[in-house]
Antibody, heavy 118, light 110 residues
Framework: EVQLVESGGGLVQPGGSLRLSCAAS????????MNWVRQAPGKGLEWVSY????????YYADSVKGRFTISRDNAKNSLYLQMNSLRADDTAVYYC???????????WGQGTLVTVSS | QSVLTQPPSASGTPGQRVTISCSGS????????VYWFQQLPGTAPKLLMY???QRPSGVPDRFSGSKSGTSASLAISGLRSEDEADYYC???????????FGGGTKLTVL
C-alpha cells in the first residue's frame, strides 16, 4: 500500500526556518517524481515544488523561489522541503504528493501544518 | 488570484447532473493535460481525473472530464450526498514552468 507521511510542521516565528520531511513506503520511491503542495487555512491548493526521481530537475513556485529548497534521499525513501525566511503567508498545511508514470499527484500524504506567527 | 479560474460554488440535488468549469490559457490548459481533484472536508485531496478525461481505478463512472481549447470541465451525474466536497483543477503552465491549480469549487448537494 502506498503511504506518504509528512512530518516536521509546527509553529515558527517570521524569518525562521523549518524542514519538512515526507516518508514514503509501499512503492519504489527512487523511481517516482515528487511534489510539495500547500493549502492555507480555508483556502485552495497551491503547488510549491517538484523534483524528479534522480533530483536532476527541480521547479519552484514563484512565491517560494529563493527561500525553499526541495530535496530527496532515495536511500532513505524520503522527500524534504527546507523552508527559510518564513513569512506569515507561508502558514498552511503542506502535503507531499507523488507523480506516477501516467499521471500527476496520484497519491497524497495527510499533510503537516506549518504556522508562521510571532 | 489563481491562474486557473473555477466558479467558487456549485450545487445540485440528488440525482442531478452538475458541471464544474476550469478556465485557463494557451500556456496551461491549451497545451497541457488537466487534472481534477476531490477534497472531502478535513481530508487530503484525492485524484479524480487525469489526462483530461481518464478516471483512476476506483473512481465511479458518474465522474467524467473533458477539455476544449483553454477550458476544461468536470461533470458529475447521478449526484449523491457523498459528492459534497471541494473540487480543484490543475495543469502544467509552460510560461511559469510550474504547476497551477484552480481556486476550487465547493459543491453542495441540496
Amino acid at each position: 500500500e502506498v503511504q506518504l507521511v509528512e512530518s516536521g510542521g509546527g509553529l515558527v516565528q517570521p524569518g525562521g526556518s523549518l524542514r519538512l520531511s515526507c516518508a514514503a513506503s509501499g512503492f519504489t520511491f527512487s523511481s517516482y517524481n515528487m511534489n510539495w503542495v500547500r493549502q492555507a487555512p480555508g483556502k485552495g491548493l497551491e503547488w510549491v515544488s517538484y523534483i524528479t526521481s534522480s533530483s536532476s530537475t527541480i521547479y519552484y513556485a514563484d512565491s517560494v523561489k529563493g527561500r525553499f529548497t526541495i530535496s530527496r534521499d532515495n536511500a532513505k525513501n524520503s522527500l524534504y522541503l527546507q523552508m527559510n525566511s518564513l513569512r506569515a503567508d507561508d502558514t498552511a498545511v503542506y502535503y507531499c504528493a507523488r507523480d506516477s508514470y501516467t499521471t500527476n499527484f496520484d497519491y497524497w500524504g495527510q499533510g503537516t501544518l506549518v504556522t508562521v506567527s510571532s | 488570484q489563481s491562474v486557473l479560474t473555477q466558479p467558487p460554488s456549485a450545487s445540485g440535488t440528488p440525482g442531478q447532473r452538475v458541471t464544474i468549469s476550469c478556465s485557463g490559457s494557451s500556456s496551461n490548459i491549451g497545451s497541457n493535460n488537466v487534472y481534477w481533484f476531490q477534497q472531502l472536508p478535513g481530508t487530503a485531496p484525492k485524484l479524480l481525473m487525469y489526462r483530461n478525461n481518464q478516471r483512476p481505478s476506483g473512481v465511479p463512472d458518474r465522474f467524467s472530464g473533458s477539455k476544449s481549447g483553454t477550458s476544461a470541465s468536470l461533470a458529475i451525474s447521478g449526484l449523491r450526498s457523498e459528492d459534497e466536497a471541494d473540487y480543484y483543477c490543475a495543469a502544467w503552465d509552460d510560461s511559469l514552468s510550474g504547476r497551477v491549480f484552480g481556486g476550487g469549487t465547493k459543491l453542495t448537494v441540496l
